[in-house]
């Protein structure tokens, strides 16, 4: 079964920092990747997401990730962080080809952003 | 277009009380997953729903919690009898099919509190 660990439970960073959020998964075959976003009393949000293609993915509100396959990683960067970014980000996984796939998050990482 | 909803947001209740979580998922996604994220975790799959049939319940408490998506559209959860330990956010999605492949969209959750 497909895990994803990631590195980071809290980060603590001052605007215009840059960020670099870990995350790697364990699963041998193709996988979709994603990084969701939860800010303060709102619900998850899908950043940027992985399937197929140029392994640097661009998302929304500056945020990108590079899905590296021989690392099992995809990390999530961010060259300035603003106070707004405050959040707790999410990696996930899903697995193709084993029947239904499923979301599999990992543990996520709460990002402060200090003004 | 409209997203997932769901109610309540918020419910408190007694250890040995029942509670039930209520779903609408986006028009036409056929498949729709339960997640309990319980505090400084991540998401963790309870159910996943492939129109009216159940495709995943491998990590569902079947000795205290059920679903049903009777008519393949909005879904129930229930707990019965609630433990402390079910204190927890509830988090409904939907996908338009079971490869996620258009992406998950999530509701905002019910925040269950049990005393």
């Known amino acids: 079964a497909q895990s994803v660990s990631q590195h980071n439970h809290h980060v603590i960073l001052s605007e215009a920092a840059s960020l670099e959020l870990g995350c790697n998964y364990s699963y041998g075959g193709t996988v979709n990747l994603f990084w969701y976003v939860q800010y303060p009393g709102q619900h998850l949000q899908l950043l940027l997401k992985?399937?197929?293609?140029?392994?640097l993915v661009k998302g929304i509100k500056g945020f990108e990730a590079e899905f590296i396959k021989s690392k099992f990683s995809f990390n999530l960067r961010k060259p300035s962080v603003q106070w707004s970014d405050t959040a707790e980000y999410f990696c996930?996984?899903?697995?193709?080809?084993?029947?239904?796939?499923?979301?599999?998050f990992g543990t996520g990482t709460r990002l402060l952003v200090s003004p | 277009e409209a997203g997932v909803a769901q109610s309540p947001r918020y419910k408190i209740i007694e250890k040995r009380q029942s509670v039930a979580f209520w779903c609408n998922p986006i028009?036409?996604?056929?498949?729709l997953y339960w997640y309990q994220q319980i505090l400084g975790q991540g998401p963790k799959l309870l159910i996943q729903f492939q129109n009216n049939g159940v495709v995943d319940d491998s990590q569902l408490p079947k000795d205290r919690f059920s679903a049903e998506r009777l008519k393949g559209v909005d879904s129930t959860l229930k707990i019965q009898p609630a433990k402390l330990e079910d204190s927890a956010v509830y988090l409904c999605?939907?996908?338009?099919?079971?490869?996620?492949?258009?992406?998950?969209?999530f509701g905002s959750g019910t925040r269950l509190t049990v005393v």
């Open positions: 992985y399937f197929s293609g140029d392994p």
């Open positions: 028009s036409g996604h056929a498949t």
């Open positions: 999605a939907s996908s338009l099919d079971w490869t996620g492949e258009d992406g998950y969209t």
């Open positions: 996930a996984v899903n697995a193709q080809n084993t029947g239904f796939q499923k979301l599999v």
